[in-house]
């Protein structure tokens, strides 16, 4: 059974810091690409951050330069690293893992406070 569980989320002020984490189980985690999503109140879902079993990383352009995705192979666990929040990082973040088909944690909310 495949699972997926964030956790590091919580409230922050503006030009604060959060760590999310990602714990998977029951995947070959280093095979799959794994990713964050985010999801705000009445917006569809959206990449945040993805890096590839090789290690490449991809974002979305509004969290270039303030978000860093970074994997550990040997604890099964990715990271987000966020820095100089801001009022519209606020959402649900989504851990995301890729292989022939994706598989979704139940999400953690960050709300950063102006």
């Known amino acids: 059974q495949v699972q997926l569980v964030e956790s590091g989320g919580g409230l922050v002020q503006a030009g604060g810091s959060l760590r999310l984490s990602c714990a998977a189980s029951?995947?070959?985690?280093?095979?799959?690409?794994m990713g964050w999503y985010r999801q705000a109140p009445g917006k569809q879902r959206e990449l945040v951050a993805r890096?590839?079993?090789?290690?490449?990383?991809i974002y979305a352009d509004s969290v270039k330069g303030r978000f860093t995705i970074s994997r550990d192979n040997a604890k099964n666990t990715v990271y987000l690293q966020m820095n100089s929040l801001k009022p519209e990082d606020t959402a649900v973040y989504y851990c995301?893992?890729?292989?022939?088909?994706?598989?979704w944690g139940r999400g953690t909310q960050v709300t950063v406070s102006s």
């Open positions: 995301d893992a890729f292989l022939t088909r994706d598989y």
């Open positions: 029951g995947i070959i985690f280093s095979a799959y690409a």
């Open positions: 890096v590839t079993a090789g290690g490449n990383t």
